[in-house]
């Protein structure tokens, strides 16, 4: 295994995903975030092992060597197989692994980097959106809501998902697309076990989850037409500066402000 | 003979603030009692426990605290439980992060809190959901799919102990989980699995009981080193955010003059800022300020409305917020009611004194960055 933070074996699996509004199969960009976030560690393309597990190749692979992929090996896995032993197995000995969060347009689950992090023994940091090498470990800057961001590390070999708000550099030109090459890799294949899920086409909005309830029919309209107070603190008397204490005080005291 | 039922002269009814007579169908008040007996009737209290026998199984949630409090995918994952537990099936919290609120309104009948797991380390906090998984014995482990923690702990713990997993589900039944898949082309459906995480407005959280809300006295019993370190984390300043991601928001409605002074306001307490309709259409603020039904929809923890009387437009886009301080110089107002914190004054005049109270206490905290 190479520990070396100038050369790392940075691994990227990549799937195919569908345009988000018309339904036509094309590159992930969860993946090209991925793909954005190994490319900022090494100087060019030919370092990054692009690999896709799939049973049969698609035009969509096509779009990531657009985007400045030189070759992706494609794991030739069968059908309704288990793709996850087929890229750990490519993955062993890499110092990083980087995916998507989540696909676009296979299970949508984001389980994959998970099971292959558990499945090679390697911590995960998830949410990246920047990504730097030190020697023996890696350091992401991961995206938390709010505005907030919060700086991590561990050691390599280690699992990194690309946050779906990360900046993505790559540019899509037609001559990368043509120059780039595919690769068939022999993979070992694992019977996976039957999916418990099954899919039904989309006939209705999903219905939420609510509590059966045995109020009476007033009642329920009361809580329609009514705003419901509350309760909260009225401060009408005072001056205006201790009006202002208070609100500052109120801020404080819930720890919404550290001054 | 007629069929009508016949009115009884003698209803209930109350005499409002105006002195008339006001019939409400289903009201159990004395005839002729006081407007103000009825409009208090407490409308939380007294909500019947849920579960009124001995627990034999449970669902364990797991959560994680924002600043003491249950955000409101954590209480959304516990009313699912709730209302998927039987009769004799409790609910029992996990909550990662100190814990300062009550979660029995919430549904939640035994609480455990861990409140020292506040940094990254969802290694050793998947070994303590394991560790209550092996003790407890819960029926399903549900969680909120929000990227990260929750999400991140869940597949985490699945993967680990090599449990059945159900992500981003977005309708929930007693039996079943669905979620999309092929990028929400197709659902997918499966029987109800190990571990469930919730997407965003799968579950009502407004429930008709309470849970019971017992601490238990529990801790784990190792304490093994987390693969993670934390370097802290630091916020981008609310004002180069937008509105919608924003965690504090100064707004302004029609009582406020002093743009200067106001913009001075946001400024010094690092908000995003945020107007009502009326403030847009005076062309004061622009249109991607705007809150409410025709503007945006936030969901920040704080949220400061100056001089906004709160048309329901402008409560609806505001509902997801956490901590709601109106200034309003009516005191009737419909913000009145929903604000935590209300201050009556004018809005130029508490601008003005928050600005100089806030630059007090910026200067004598100098340390303390931000």
């Known amino acids: ?259 | 003979m007629s069929q009508h039922r016949r009115i009884d002269p003698r209803r209930p009814f109350v005499i409002t603030a105006l002195g008339r007579k006001r019939y409400a169908l289903g009201q159990a008040c004395l005839s002729g009692a006081d407007a103000g007996a009825a409009a208090t009737a407490p409308s939380d209290a007294g909500k019947p426990l849920r579960l009124q026998q001995p627990a034999s199984s449970c669902i364990l949630v797991a959560a994680h605290t924002d600043r003491g409090l249950l955000p409101l995918d954590a209480q959304q994952a516990i009313a699912a439980a709730a209302i998927l537990a039987g009769p004799q099936c409790a609910v029992l919290l996990a909550a990662f992060g100190p814990l300062a609120e009550d979660a029995a309104p919430y549904g939640a009948d035994q609480v455990i809190a861990l409140a020292d797991a506040t940094a990254f380390q969802p290694d050793a906090e998947a070994d303590v959901l394991a560790e209550l998984r092996r003790q407890y014995r819960p029926t399903h482990i549900i969680m909120a799919d929000n990227d990260i923690p929750d999400g991140d702990l869940g597949r985490r713990l699945a993967a680990r102990q090599d449990l059945s997993i159900a992500t981003h589900v977005v309708e929930l039944t007693p039996d079943t989980a669905t979620a999309y898949q092929k990028q929400k082309s197709v659902y997918a459906r499966r029987p109800l699995s190990e571990v469930i995480l919730l997407d965003a407005e799968c579950v009502d959280a407004r429930l008709p009981f309470a849970g019971r809300g017992e601490t238990l006295d529990w801790a784990p019993s190792g304490n093994p080193a987390s693969r993670y370190q934390d370097r802290g984390v630091t916020a981008v300043p609310a004002s180069h955010l937008s509105l919608e991601e924003a965690d504090f928001i100064v707004s302004a409605g029609n009582g406020v003059h002093d743009l200067d002074g106001f913009h001075a306001l946001a400024g010094a307490l690092g908000a995003a800022v945020g107007a009502s309709r009326v403030a847009v259409d005076d062309g004061r603020f622009t249109r991607e300020q705007q809150v409410g039904a025709t503007g945006k929809t936030v969901a920040s923890s704080v949220y400061i409305a100056l001089g906004i009387s709160g048309a329901v437009q402008h409560l609806q886009g505001i509902k997801d917020c956490r901590h709601v301080i109106a200034v309003n110089t009516d005191a009737s107002a419909p913000m009145i009611k929903r604000a935590d914190l209300s201050v009556i004054d004018d809005a130029q005049a508490i601008m003005r004194a928050l600005l100089a109270e806030v630059g007090t206490a910026r200067r004598q905290a100098p340390e303390s960055g931000s």
């Open chain 1, 1 to 259: 295994m190479t520990q070396n933070a100038s050369h790392p074996r940075i691994v990227v699996p990549v799937s195919t995903g569908l345009h988000p509004v018309s339904g036509a199969p094309r590159w992930s960009r969860n993946d090209a975030r991925a793909l954005g976030l190994a490319r900022s560690l090494v100087s060019s393309f030919a370092d990054i092992h692009v690999v896709h597990a799939a049973a049969a190749r698609t035009e969509a692979l096509d779009d990531y060597l657009a985007l400045g992929v030189r070759h992706i090996d494609v794991l030739d896995v069968a059908p309704g197989a288990d793709i996850v032993p087929a890229l750990a197995d490519y993955a062993r000995g890499a110092d990083l692994i980087i995916c998507g969060m989540r696909a676009e347009g296979q299970e949508d689950s984001g389980m994959v980097p998970y099971l292959l992090a558990q499945r090679l023994d390697m911590p995960l940091l998830p949410g990246a959106l920047e990504l730097g090498m030190e020697d023996g470990g890696a350091g992401i800057v991961q995206f938390l809501p709010k505005g907030r961001r919060r700086r991590i590390e561990t050691r390599s070999p280690c699992v990194i998902t690309a946050h779906p708000m990360a900046p993505l550099a790559l540019k899509y030109a037609h001559a990368n697309k043509r120059q780039g090459r595919l690769d068939t890799v022999r993979a070992g294949v694992e019977p996976g076990a039957a999916s418990p899920w099954t899919t039904v086409p989309i006939q209705a909005r999903p219905v939420r989850l609510a509590a059966r309830e045995k109020r009476s029919g007033h009642a329920r309209m009361l809580s329609a037409t009514t705003t419901a107070s509350r309760a909260g603190t009225v401060m009408d008397q005072g001056s205006t500066q201790e009006k202002a204490v208070a609100v500052l005080t109120y801020l404080r005291k819930h720890g919404l402000i550290d001054y």
